[in-house]
């Protein structure tokens, strides 16, 4: 049973989808494992830290995949790298499928079958899986991390012989998993927190990390969390209300960290121009939704641009800007999903395809896109699939395929877009989860 890794193709990801403390366990479960030269260089894993543990090295991309039943990725593959890939191997990464629909099919004809790990459903025994939260714990630490880097000021209350220097004031927009980790990095550095979220659970959440709840707090925000505890798209006269309350609560911040995103949908823009303009000269807003669009205006996504003194830091793939980290903690989370797809007895590949965590995240499967959630446009379907898989799948509309997205910044989606997360099959889990790793 070979595993494969290669180098990650898609410009500026630095990150690496097995580390060399995951291929040593990989072997452990009766694999091996090939990586491609350089795979970890930039997550400052060497090749020899892998061969010594027990990986081999490949010369060549399509050296390491030769054989392969299982590829380990970081980012969604080009077809064109899997033409060599035996019918039926397994490609393992966050495939990002919404607004790729196209891409998606053209890797089904590829005859690999495409698991997307960002579809994992948020289920107990899956948590160690969880590639959105692992991510997006790091990305919010380096939110906090990327504003003090670019304030001019400290961030804790100083008293020195000199006089008082005050706390800096710290709003946190959106309180999931990276709002969550960036209200904790932002007590620690002893600023003044505050936060707000559509989500009604998240107001016991950012109380307990000890910020403060700022949100309008009405009828529609108490019901406002759909079953997966998950944020919906709010009414217009709700936004209004909520935009009311942020812009005269922008306007005494020093520093702004934005984290809200809704699955499938572009990220919503929550700061205007003029509430960019309501803040003092040096205030630094960070937008951590810069690659799905931004929450921000202004957000020039990759960029960091100031208007009128205010800077505004819109990095994407933050969390491959602590990359050392991320590929550690994506690694681990690939290879809890890759222990459940090998037999521990016999040590063979062994997919129970009935199992939830499979039916969740398998985009591909025998030529065909198979995930209900991805919409392949009749056109793309044929062109791509094989006549016989075809058959199998149900029609699907145009515009939905044009349309879905979850919005990665150059696609933004249009509104019937589908929810980037699998739905009804699989039994969500309980939106009280306590807060982000190492909060407390
Ligand atoms: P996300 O990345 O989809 O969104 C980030 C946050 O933005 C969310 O809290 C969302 O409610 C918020 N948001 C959306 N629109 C907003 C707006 N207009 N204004 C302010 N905030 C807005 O969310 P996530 O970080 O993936 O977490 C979503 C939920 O899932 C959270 O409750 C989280 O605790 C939970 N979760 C559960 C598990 C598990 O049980 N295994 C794992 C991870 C997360």
New binding site residues.
């Given amino acids: 049973m070979k595993i494969a890794i290669v180098r990650e193709r898609t410009e500026g990801e630095t990150r690496v989808a097995a580390t060399p403390e995951t291929v040593a366990k990989l072997i452990g479960l009766g694999a091996s494992v090939t990586i491609e030269r350089g795979a970890g260089e930039l997550a400052r894993f060497p090749d020899a830290d892998y061969k010594a543990a027990g990986a081999e090295i490949a010369a060549s991309a399509d050296a390491a995949l030769r054989g392969a039943e299982i590829i380990l990725t970081v980012r969604r593959p080009a077809p064109a790298l899997l033409r060599g890939v035996a019918r039926g191997a397994l490609v393992i990464g966050a495939m990002d499928p919404y607004g790729n629909e196209g891409e998606v099919a053209a890797l089904a004809a590829t005859g690999a079958t495409v698991v997307a790990m960002e579809f994992m459903p ?2 107990t025994r899956a ?1 160690v899986m ?1 590639i ?2 692992s991510q ?1 714990n790091l990305a919010g630490y380096q939110g906090v991390i990327d504003a003090a880097a670019n304030f001019d000021r400290a961030f804790p209350m100083m008293m020195t012989a000199a006089g008082t220097i005050r706390p800096a004031k710290v709003f946190v ?7 969550l980790q960036a209200i904790a990095t932002a007590k620690r550095l002893g600023a003044v927190v505050s936060a ?4 009604p ?2 107001k016991e959440q950012v109380e307990s990390l000890g910020g403060k709840f700022v949100a309008v707090e009405d009828e529609e925000f108490k019901q406002a969390e759909t079953a997966g ?3 919906k798209e ?1 009414s217009v006269a709700y936004k209004e209300k ?1 935009a009311a309350l942020t812009a005269s609560h922008i306007a005494k911040q020093d520093i702004v960290i934005t ?5 499938g949908r572009p990220a ?1 823009k ?1 700061i205007s121009k003029a509430m960019v303009e309501s803040m003092l000269p040096g205030s630094v807003i960070v937008d951590l939704a810069a690659e799905r669009g931004g929450n921000v205006e202004l957000t020039q996504p990759g960029k960091i641009v100031a208007h009128k003194g205010v800077t505004i830091v819109g990095y994407t793939n933050v969390p491959g800007r602590l990359a050392t980290s991320a590929s550690q903690l994506y690694a681990r989370n690939l290879l809890a999903f890759v222990e459940t797809l090998i037999d521990k007895q016999s040590k063979a590949f062994a997919v129970n395809w009935d199992d939830e965590l499979v039916k969740a995240t398998v985009l591909t499967r025998d030529g065909a896109v198979v995930h209900p959630n991805i919409k392949v446009a009749e056109a793309v379907k044929s062109a791509a699939q094989p006549k016989a898989a075809a058959a199998t799948r149900k029609p699907a509309a145009k515009k939905e395929a044009a349309a879905a997205g979850a919005a990665p910044a150059k696609k933004p989606a249009a509104k019937k877009a589908s929810p980037s997360r699998p739905g009804p099959a699989v039994k969500p ?3 009280k ?1 306590p807060a982000a790793k190492g909060t407390k």
């Fill in positions: 948020r289920i948590q969880d959105l939260s997006a927009m959106g309180a999931g998993v990276a709002g707000n979220d559509v989500r659970a998240a505890g998950y944020a709010m909520q984290t809200a995103l809704i699955p919503p929550l889990a309980a939106a989860k």
